[in-house]
């Protein structure tokens, strides 16, 4: 499971020109579920997503997590993150996960989301061709990787 994630101040999605979630400040998840992905690596990105301290405390150190600041989430599905671009030109998606199974583990992220953050989630329209607009923070952008976790640095 692959997650960019960005810092933003304020974040839109459409879909046909309807608003279909809307954010001020907080975080703009674009996620991307691959076949060999289950409940254990969303229960881990989430975690990390939510608790990794990227907004600024009163030194304007970057301290503070998302629930922190009581911040918003949008959270939107991307199966273009798995893309493999090293042969040829044109992308390939052969490592996503099906869209039913994509599905069922974006409404699992979706759910333990909820369960955490305090303030409401927002999510585009899972499979629709979406428009999302944003206003990065910082900027702020991090890549999360959930096959890295059990990588560690020395």
């Known amino acids: 499971m692959k997650a960019v994630v960005q810092r933003v101040s304020q974040a839109e999605v459409t879909v046909n020109g309807q608003v279909k979630g809307s954010i001020g400040i907080g975080l703009l ?55 493999n671009v090293l042969q040829g030109n044109r992308p390939s998606y052969k490592d996503a996960a099906s869209p039913e199974k994509a599905l069922e583990l974006y409404h699992y992220c979706m759910d333990r989301i909820k369960a955490e953050l305090t303030t409401n989630l927002q999510t585009g329209e899972f499979g629709a061709m979406m428009e999302v607009s944003l206003k990065n923070d910082g900027p702020v952008t991090i890549v999360f990787d959930s096959k890295s976790k059990h990588k560690t640095h020395e």
């Open 29 to 83: 998840v674009l996620l991307g579920i691959a076949q060999e992905d289950n409940r254990s690596d969303a229960d881990w990105l989430v975690s990390k997503i939510l608790q990794c301290r990227i907004f600024a405390d009163q030194s304007k150190k970057m301290n503070l997590s998302v629930l922190a600041v009581n911040g918003e989430v949008l959270l939107i599905s991307q199966f273009t993150l798995l893309a």
